[in-house]
């Protein structure tokens, strides 16, 4: 039977939650990787390796990997520095496909690893693109920094992959970082910009198929049918424009869920009612999903990296809150359960399925 | 030979390090390199990545004395090497 990892990167610490193929009855490990602050961590199903992106206070970024689901751990930060004085705050984000582990940096960069995360070397800055001439001054960067805030790597060409910088917008890449074209047009911005192809805050890209993607965006939600080129916003009938978290149903790529949030400073589920919201027809109808969730004070947050989809034939999707617990549906977003209750504040979660 | 006392954040970083350690360095600098060559990926975890300065939550102490990369060191010297109080 199938083994059902889910990976929760928390301000303390990485944690692995573990079941079967019916994803009801859940155990928990963990904190793993010292206790620091794990900003993403997922499954690398090539080499069977977790790895999970961790930046102490006091010690400073490194990559974390254990070969055998967490029992044991190392570390490296070989090769995780800019050479030309810029200063490396933070590891954000990991994309691991084709052999090769990404991994995203505040200041803005994409670093590499060839040999299992041993080592890593800098593949790109994006320098020279609209933006990027302010988004290395800590006073130009939203609250977080953390950054290139999302990768997504393309499952078939390990030279196509789309990178978020957070609230400056989208890149995508044809040619493993050389170059760089921003594919945001037809985002909203409430705001004054600087640049006509940037400007935008793009909280999370999720991707159906070769051309369609979605995504959670400060200012709505948003779908392209042409892989990027051209956005069109989704968001009438939901509760709020705002959000971060979302997932894709890996089998229909008219189904995606988001969890609306107030978009003011407390960012957390409306009215205290836990839910999240999906969509079966592309976004043109939203539906509220809350069988399971809380409906009274439940002043849940969740964030970018924080909700996934599993890969089953009926699919589960997982959510972990800033206040430490983890709701998973096993049957497409019928119904939720909650699977950890009491972990520290939640910064990511990615499941993965093991033959 | 400086007398070396590190932050207990460190040592279950690297197999076999241990809180105290005896260091023959002529500066702290001198002592990290010393430290980096049999526990590689030391000295990331006490400077700036790719940058020659001590991370900001990371102190050192030379006789008490708040101190840099570049002080130097006795021959017996204790040093202190502080988890600064941050985070929550």
């Known amino acids: 039977m199938s083994r059902t990892l889910v990976l929760i990167g928390t301000r303390k610490g990485c944690f692995v939650l573990e079941s079967d193929a019916d994803r009801r009855d859940w155990s928990v490990r963990g904190p793993f990787c010292e206790s620091w602050p794990v900003y993403h961590a997922v499954y690398d199903y090539e080499s069977g390796a977790i790895f999970a992106a961790a930046a102490s206070e006091w010690h400073g970024s490194a990559i974390w990997r254990s070969s055998d689901l967490g ?34 940096a505040e200041a803005p960069g994409i670093f590499e690893s ?11 800055t994006l ?30 060409d390990e030279s196509r992959f789309w990178a978020i910088v957070q609230g400056v917008g989208l890149w995508e890449t044809a040619d493993s970082g050389a170059t760089w074209t921003p594919r945001n047009r037809g985002l909203r911005a409430d705001w004054p910009r ?62 995606f869920l988001v969890v609306p949030l107030d978009p003011g400073h407390g960012r957390t589920m409306p009215e205290g009612r836990a839910a999240v919201w999906m969509t079966r027809d592309a976004g043109s109808s939203w539906q509220r999903s809350d069988r399971g969730l809380p409906q009274s004070d439940a002043h849940l947050g969740v ?44 910064s990511s979660v990615h499941a993965a399925v093991i033959d | 030979m400086a007398d070396v006392h590190l932050p207990r954040t460190l040592t279950p970083l690297f197999p076999d390090l241990p809180r105290r350690l005896d260091v023959d360095a002529a500066t702290v600098d001198d002592a990290i390199e010393h430290l980096e060559q049999r526990w590689p990926g ?13 991370r900001p939550h990371i102190h050192f102490y030379v006789d008490r004395e708040r101190a840099a990369l570049d002080t130097p060191l006795a021959s017996a010297s204790r040093v202190d090497v502080i988890a600064a109080i941050s985070g929550g």
């Open chain 1, 127 to 156: 320098a020279g693109q609209p933006g990027s001439e302010g988004w290395d001054d800590p006073a130009n960067q939203p609250p977080g920094h953390l950054g290139i805030s999302g990768i997504e790597v393309h499952p078939d």
């Open chain 1, 303 to 346: 964030l970018r990296q924080a909700m996934c989809n599993d890969t089953y034939d009926v699919p589960g999707y997982y959510f972990g809150t800033s206040t430490g617990q983890i709701f998973a549906s096993a049957d497409d977003g019928g119904s939720w359960q909650e699977i950890a209750s009491y972990l520290p504040p939640i």
């Open chain 1, 194 to 255: 600087e640049h006509e192809e940037v400007g935008f805050c793009v909280h999370k890209l999720v991707r159906a198929d070769d051309t369609r993607m979605f995504q959670q965006n400060h200012v709505g939600m948003h779908r392209t049918d042409d892989g990027g080129a051209t956005w069109t916003e989704i968001t009438e009938g939901l509760p709020s424009e705002f959000g971060f978290g979302a997932a894709v149903n890996p089998h229909d790529r008219d189904t």
């Open chain 2, 42 to 54: 030391l000295r990331d975890r006490l400077c700036e990545s790719g940058r020659p300065e001590i």
């Open chain 1, 71 to 104: 029992e044991n751990w190392t570390h490296s930060s070989e090769g995780l520095a800019y050479e030309d004085g810029r200063r490396f705050s933070k590891v954000s984000t990991l994309a691991s496909r084709h052999g090769r582990l990404l991994v995203g």
């Open chain 1, 114 to 124: 060839r040999d299992g995360g041993e080592t890593f070397s800098l593949l790109t």
